[in-house]
């Protein structure tokens, strides 16, 4: 009895990937191969098809694959860029400002997506560097969470064994801080790039024609056109893309770390 509780919760862990993973994974491939529906109905039932990708191969999908890659690199670069100097910039306040300024950094995420997105409608013409301010703006305090984190669990003493030894700040900061930050640094990167490689609401609301995702492009193809296979198909080459990105940035940093041990 004690032998068969023990592989309970393996059990119930096996069950739950395979329900709330596996099975819409496999539903949604098996959608991708259908052939569109003729009359009612998301599909035609009993058929079997490759066209779908065949579509998804063409120059105009491709280059929203495209610019949906440009799009999670871009946003993961500014959300780095910006993440880093304000983590910082927390770590040196006194531990009552801290706080006070996480708070302020989260009370956005209180108003909505929807009602920032608004805001930001107002002020941001239509374009690129819109779409991406507006993801941006949407992910920035998740990344600042994350190093902020990181920074803090560093051991001061390290940092006080360096300046004791006469390093200079910015040596403090190249050879103690940043190495030792490179994991949340990681993080809040692979972070942004999905969330960017995802983009749905900053393109839908602050994008023109050219800056369409995957995100919106499968959108429209279900619930404008009614291509759900077409959809599915769009879905299934999303999902490989923050897939890659999800296994991609760790493994290589991995081999690095290898490479130089």
């Not at 190093?147 to 560093?154: D, G, S, T």
Request: with cysteine; glycine share 10%; proline share 7%.
């Amino acid at each position: 009895m004690q032998r068969i509780s023990s592989w309970l919760p393996v059990f119930a862990s096996v069950a739950l990937v395979c329900g709330v993973v596996m099975a819409p994974l496999l539903l949604l491939l098996r959608v991708s191969l259908y052939e569109p529906a003729t009359g009612r109905g998301f599909y035609t039932p009993g058929t079997f098809t490759f066209a779908n990708y065949a579509i998804f191969a063409d120059s105009h999908v491709l280059g929203i694959a495209g610019f949906t890659v440009l799009c999670g690199v871009a946003v993961a670069t500014m959300v780095l860029a910006i993440a880093y100097p304000l983590g910082l910039f927390l770590c040196s306040l006194p531990p009552r400002a801290q706080s006070i300024a996480v708070g302020l950094i989260l009370v956005p995420k209180t108003a909505g997506l929807l009602a920032m997105l608004f805001g930001l409608q107002r002020w941001l013409p239509r374009g690129m560097l819109a779409t991406i301010i507006a993801e941006v703006y949407l992910v920035l305090p998740y990344s600042v969470i994350v190093i902020y984190i990181q920074l803090l669990n560093l051991d001061p003493t390290l940092r006080d064994a360096a300046r004791g030894l006469g390093a200079s700040p910015w040596q403090v900061f190249r050879r103690v801080t940043l190495p030792l930050s490179l994991p949340g640094i990681r993080l809040a990167f692979q972070f942004g790039l999905m969330w960017g490689l995802g983009a749905f609401l900053g393109p839908l609301f602050l994008g023109g024609p050219s800056e369409t995702t995957l995100a919106v492009e499968l959108h429209r193809q279900a619930f404008e056109y009614g291509r759900w296979p077409l959809a599915a198909t769009e879905a299934v080459g999303l999902l490989i893309v923050v897939s890659i990105a999800a296994w991609g940035v760790p493994t290589v940093a991995q081999l690095r770390k290898v490479a130089h041990s």
